[in-house]
């Protein structure tokens, strides 16, 4: 299985700053014959399922605010929002596709500070 | 609007089974593969396996095989995850997302998960 490993785990930013959260893929999620990263960012808030951001590792899903950015290739991975809003306080999740099992990162918790 | 409607919370003794359902709405049933992940409380999130809505093919992880079932009745497009031999281990919220891109025949691709039920919780408690 590949393991996706995130970092931090936690992390507080002040509002309108950035924050950037990394996934690492203990091997490549990039499908030479489409050049395409099987990867994706999820956000979960409390009580709530998780919500699709960021699919092919920076294509943004119809909705997402531009705030959110997804960038990376290969093995390594970020996700930037660039101005931090009071409504981005959640769990951050990655997640590779490109094999089976899908699996996900173990999630980073974003804050205010 | 596209929507999973998940059956309500239920409560289980160790060794005994439960189905959870998901019901869809607002989309073609049998065009996009259903997965379910669950998560165990304060924890992330964990894959059981997907289902093609279409033809009925299923793909297990390996951890829950033997254990799980996944089906599906296209006439209600209602997806269902019955899980055996519960103990506490299992406790946790359910979910069931559609996988982003449509079903080629012929075609195995997966994609990311663009709609997600409200999720089931399960617990399990003697």
């Known amino acids: 299985d590949i393991v996706m490993t995130q970092s931090p785990d936690s992390l507080a930013v002040s509002l309108g700053e950035r924050a950037t959260i990394n996934c690492k893929s203990s091997q490549s999620v990039l499908y030479y014959s489409n050049n395409k990263n099987y990867l994706a960012w999820y956000q979960q808030k409390p009580g709530q399922p998780p919500k699709l951001l960021i699919y092919w590792a920076s294509t943004r899903e119809s909705g997402i605010p531009d705030r959110f950015s997804g960038s990376g290739s290969g093995t390594d991975f970020t996700l930037t929002i660039s101005s931090l809003q009071a409504e981005d306080v959640a769990v951050y999740y990655c997640q590779q596709y490109y094999s089976t099992p899908p699996t996900f990162g173990q999630g980073t918790k974003l804050e205010i500070k | 609007q596209v929507q999973l409607v998940h059956s309500e919370a239920e409560v289980k003794k160790p060794g005994a089974s439960v189905r959870v359902s998901c019901k869809s709405s607002?989309?073609?049933?049998?065009?996009?593969?259903i997965h379910w992940v669950r998560q165990a409380p304060g924890q992330g999130l964990d894959w059981l396996g997907w289902i093609n809505p279409h033809n009925g093919d299923t793909h297990y992880a390996q951890k829950f095989q033997g254990r799980v079932t996944m089906t599906r009745d296209t006439s209600i497009s209602t997806a269902y995850m019955e899980l055996n031999s519960l103990t506490s281990d299992d406790t946790a919220v359910y979910f069931c997302a559609r996988d982003r891109t449509t079903i080629v025949p012929g075609v195995f691709s997966l994609d990311a998960l663009d709609i997600w039920g409200q999720g089931t919780l399960v617990s399990v408690s003697s």
């Open positions: 607002g989309y073609t049933f049998t065009a996009y593969y």
